[in-house]
């Protein structure tokens, strides 16, 4: 099968989440299974492109707005063919999404590249499966259906949407209907229509041929009010919904040859994680008498979504105990300076660095004991698999991908959203370090799981394959 994704991210392009660890690497392993595989990405300020990208196409007409021209740019990684939509308009700019809320034209931002997706396939890569993830990419069906049913490229193409988190619907005034091109008509509850404004999402979930997201639970919470974002009554209806839990990149995440850390370290020969643990104590300025008491780590991005109110809730209480904490994350400014307060009211006992740096981390992830991840909600997560493998043992809410990934086994889980659970979840695992023996045993079952992208590849060609009647 030619399956064309389209997206707004993709390592190790431009990242600002799990969304582009996805398509940095479904896409290699569908191609490992003898998919072919081609993602559509915009060509943002500041991403990175390797020597070897070249002119695909140039002066792709786009009737969104008034009108844009757009070249395509090429690159092939590991079999998969990355496209670069350029356009120095709309994605030659500070940041991917913008400040706040995002930039005030994201609509056509994101039009444009759903549009182009749609270029690609007529002139470039003909695909049997359009396959959008999120919102940023969820009008790809739209404009298939609603403007080149009639063209035989499309033919017998089949469409799938991928929701990798429901708190981010894109939706704009219904003003914006016209210059993304599409009729009014479609301004209805069934359709686009969200109470009275356009529903990027809603869109791509009304148009697509099949709806998916990124675990099994969390398939099942989006239907539910609690956690629906104001959709749930709308996804019910186009249940099943498939759950397909995000598999990760053991070529990037693992200690056993992670160029990034202070020594490699496997399941069989722990001394290493000794040693990164120590280099970490250092490089954020800790006491290295911490070596032996528990260290915890926080890796994220810092929204409402992530749960990070309950760990404002408990630090004061939390940090009276015999522990250490390293801290790596940006966004919300409260929660910036919540944890650089922290920082500062326990020098040598708390460490922060607000930014985002990959190499430090994996440094985080094999340098700690515990990894904490309270999220509110959850589609997949990607950092607790990460720990898993890092003998890093997670304690989590028991929320969507979270509940999935981690068992009673490897981690541990609270299920009230409280600081009060939170709080408890984390005794338990303080009392259970002091036990070195049983916490080895943890950490090595953690390390023995298996979430690479093999199985859940297997299970999107699946669905691919239902889609086609094959
Ligand atoms: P989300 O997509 O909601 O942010 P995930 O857990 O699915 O959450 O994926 C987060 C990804 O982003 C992981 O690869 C994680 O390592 C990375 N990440 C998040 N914040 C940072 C940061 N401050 N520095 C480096 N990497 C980060």
Redesign the pocket.
């Known amino acids: 099968m030619n399956i064309l994704m389209v997206a707004s991210e993709a390592t190790p392009f431009a ?7 996805v398509l940095g690497s479904l896409p290699v392993a569908l191609q490992d299974r003898g998919e072919r595989v081609a993602v559509v990405i915009p060509d943002y300020r500041g991403s990175y492109y390797p020597h070897a990208t070249r002119e695909a196409y140039r002066y792709l007409w786009i009737p969104v707005g008034s009108g844009y021209t757009v070249d395509l740019y090429q690159t092939t990684g590991r079999g998969v063919t990355y496209y670069f939509v350029r356009c120095p308009e709309l994605y030659d700019r500070d940041g991917i999404y913008g400040p706040g809320a995002g930039f005030s034209d994201n609509h056509l931002r994101y039009a444009v590249l759903s549009m182009a997706a749609l270029g690609v396939a007529r002139h470039l890569f003909r695909p049997d499966i359009l396959h959008a993830h999120d919102w940023q990419a969820a009008l790809a069906p739209v404009y298939l259906r609603e403007h080149f049913h009639h063209d035989p490229t499309f033919d017998g193409v089949k469409t799938l949407f991928t929701i ?2 429901l708190g981010y619907q894109g939706v704009f005034g219904r003003e914006v209907l016209p210059q993304i091109g599409l009729d009014a008509r479609l301004l209805n509850p069934e359709q686009l229509e969200f109470y009275g404004h356009v529903n990027f999402m809603k869109a791509g979930i009304a148009f697509a041929d099949a709806v998916s997201t990124v675990s099994r639970g969390y398939a099942r919470e989006i239907q539910t009010p609690e956690y629906g974002f104001g959709l749930d009554g709308f996804l019910r209806r186009y249940a099943p919904i498939a759950g397909i839990l ?1 598999g990760v990149d053991y070529d990037e995440w693992s200690p056993e040859h992670d160029p990034h850390i202070a020594r490699n370290y496997s399941a069989a020969d722990l001394a290493g994680k000794r040693e990164c643990k120590r280099a970490l104590l250092a490089e954020y300025g800790l006491r290295q008498d911490n070596l032996d008491r528990p260290l915890l780590g926080i ?3 810092f ?1 409402a ?2 749960g990070f109110d309950l760990f404002a809730d408990v630090a004061a209480r939390l940090l009276q105990q015999d522990l250490s904490l390293v801290v ?3 966004g919300d400014p409260g929660y910036e300076s919540m944890f650089r307060r922290l920082a500062q009211a326990y020098p040598g006992k708390v460490g922060v ?1 607000i ?4 190499a ?2 994996h440094r985080i ?1 094999a340098g700690i004991d515990m990894f904490l ?1 309270p999220s509110r909600y ?7 698999i ?1 720990s898993l493998r890092y003998g890093t043992v997670p304690v989590v809410r028991a929320t969507g ?1 979270l509940d999935d990934t981690i068992d009673e086994e490897t981690g541990f889980k609270f299920r009230d959203y409280s600081g009060s659970a939170l709080l408890e979840a984390l005794r338990w695992s303080l009392d259970a370090f002091r036990d070195l023996d049983s916490w080895v045993r943890r950490m090595r079952r953690g390390m023995e799981k298996d979430f690479s992208w093999s199985a859940s590849a297997g299970e999107y060609v699946a669905l691919y394959r239902r889609l086609l009647g094959r």
């Open positions: 990242k600002t989440g799990g969304l582009a660890d990798h988190n995000n890796i994220s991005r929204a979504q992530k790596l994350g940006s660095q930014g985002y740096n990959t430090l981390a992830e991840m959850e589609p997949c997560g990607l950092n607790q990460y991908g």
